[in-house]
């Protein structure tokens, strides 16, 4: 089955960039998504096909994908960005997966 | 834009069958453009694709899930449904519907329902 790794936790300092990773086999074939997920929340989708914002998110986040790694970027980060990111694939055997998640925060 | 709500019993007995409806509003169940989803989150823990259903019927089932899983579309009621039988403690979690586009990115959320299995 298809697995994907990101960090446990980012820390990133007010105004300044977070990077976070997501790693898999030859990721850089597949479509990643992103979401950013706020406590007792539902998910909500920041980036898909792994540079695409959806309408309404700001243009601080971004993505890309190379290799056997898909990296989120927040740029001048917030204090409402703390939340956890997950990433996600669709692979031909484990069909829909997600990543283990990253919870950041924002210092 | 689309809503997504879940609804059914949020505790259900070890041994049972857990059983979720999503009803769907600002659309049409029956459209091509969308796959129909669940995804389920353990308190604390990270998320897990359940499985999908196209309108057509067609379905997408986590392997570790399909042995135990029926997700089924009611266009007259523009609801899909979940059922997973033979539950444990392990299946406790929030139990989200969405949906998605033939990329796989789930674009609509519902606000999710607590499951609990216990006795």
């Known amino acids: 089955s298809y697995e994907l790794t990101q960090p446990l936790s980012v820390s990133v300092a007010l105004g300044q960039t977070a990077r976070i990773t997501c790693g898999g086999n030859n990721i850089g074939s597949k479509n990643v998504h992103w979401y950013q997920q706020k406590p007792g929340q539902a998910p909500v989708l920041v980036i898909y096909r792994d540079g695409n914002r959806p309408s309404g998110i700001p243009e601080r986040f971004s993505g890309s994908n190379s290799g056997n790694t898909a990296t989120l970027t927040i740029s001048r980060a917030q204090a409402g960005d703390e939340a956890d990111y997950y990433c996600q694939v669709w692979d031909s055997t484990t069909a829909n997966v997600f990543g283990t998640g990253t919870k950041v925060t924002v210092l | 834009q689309l809503q997504l709500q879940e609804s059914g019993p949020g505790l259900v007995k070890p041994s049972e069958t857990l059983s979720l409806t999503c009803t769907v509003s600002g659309g049409s169940i029956s459209s091509s453009n969308y796959y129909w989803g669940w995804i389920r989150q353990p308190p604390g823990k990270g998320l897990e694709w359940i499985g999908t259903?196209?309108?057509?019927?067609?379905?997408y089932y986590n392997p570790s899930l399909k042995s135990r899983l029926t997700i089924s579309v009611d266009t007259s009621k523009n609801q899909f449904s979940l059922k997973l039988t033979s539950v444990t403690a392990a299946d406790t979690a929030v139990y989200y519907c969405?949906?998605?586009?033939?990329?796989?990115?789930?674009?609509?959320w519902g606000q999710g329902t607590l499951v609990t299995v216990s006795s």
């Open positions: 259903i196209y309108y057509s019927g067609s379905t």
């Open positions: 969405g949906t998605h586009s033939s990329s796989w990115y789930i674009d609509s």
